[in-house]
């Protein structure tokens, strides 16, 4: 089946240790978006790459970054995570930014910070 | 540690009953919404959408009414099953934005057995 695959599902790091979490997907989406959603909140994006052009929102922190080496892959880097970086991370897909088409997420990565 | 975070508007319903989760959306220019359900634990998962040129969509069990006039969007599930207790989200777009969907607050759907 076609679908977005998380790894891993939970990541516990100390504060301040870098660390990576990783999206891929096979439905050969053009989009790839990187969304933060901590408790009880709506999911907030923090980018997305539209094939290989990389779009930041305004207001996500330095402190993360994003890799999309090919198609089916997309990394999340948190340079230097705080215990406000706790959180669950999605990864989701679309085949184009701009029309009338849902956005596929996966399952998510919960990130503990020590 | 996660910051503590808001408290989910609830709706606790019967089993066997309908439910209608409402949503205000923001931006008068967005044309495009889509509700989603979030398990616990899990992402994400599309339920239905809807375009502005329609008031109304059905699916299997869902409904969907759009009132542009307010900027008010509800889900209606027929039938509640135990299975439906989830958080729900709706979420805007407008046509030619670069992907940002905006999300709502979601509302947490309890449905007792």
């Known amino acids: 089946d076609a679908m977005v695959i998380q790894n891993p599902r939970y990541q516990v790091t100390q504060f301040g240790k870098p660390v990576t979490l990783s999206c891929s997907q096979t439905l050969n989406h053009n989009v790839m978006y990187w969304y933060q959603q901590k408790s009880s909140q709506a999911p907030k994006l923090l980018f997305h790459?539209?094939?290989?052009?990389?779009?930041n929102e305004a207001d996500t922190p330095d402190n993360f970054q994003s890799r999309r080496p090919n198609t089916s892959f997309c990394f999340l880097d948190i340079r230097s995570p705080g215990l406000g970086d706790a959180a669950m991370y999605l990864c989701?897909?679309?085949?184009?930014?701009?029309?009338?088409?849902?956005?596929?997420f996966g399952p998510g990565t919960r990130l503990t910070v020590l | 540690g996660e910051s503590v975070g808001l408290h989910l508007p609830t709706l606790s319903v019967q089993e066997g009953d309908n439910s209608i989760i409402n949503c205000a959306y923001s931006?008068?220019?967005?044309?495009?919404f889509i509700w989603y359900k979030q398990e616990s634990g899990k992402g994400p998962q599309f339920i239905i959408d809807?375009?502005?040129?329609?008031d109304k969509r059905q699916g299997q069990r869902v409904t969907v009414l759009l009132n542009k006039t307010v900027k008010h969007l509800s889900l209606q599930i027929a039938a509640t099953q135990p299975g439906d207790s989830a958080v729900y989200f709706c979420?805007?777009?407008?046509?030619?934005?670069?992907?940002?969907?905006?999300f709502g607050k979601g509302t947490k759907l309890s449905v007792k057995p």
């Open positions: 809807i375009r502005s040129n329609m």
């Open positions: 790459y539209y094939d290989k052009d990389f779009n």
């Open positions: 979420a805007e777009k407008r046509w030619g934005s670069q992907g940002n969907l905006i």
């Open positions: 931006n008068s220019a967005s044309d495009y």
């Open positions: 989701a897909t679309s085949r184009d930014p701009a029309g009338y088409n849902e956005q596929f």
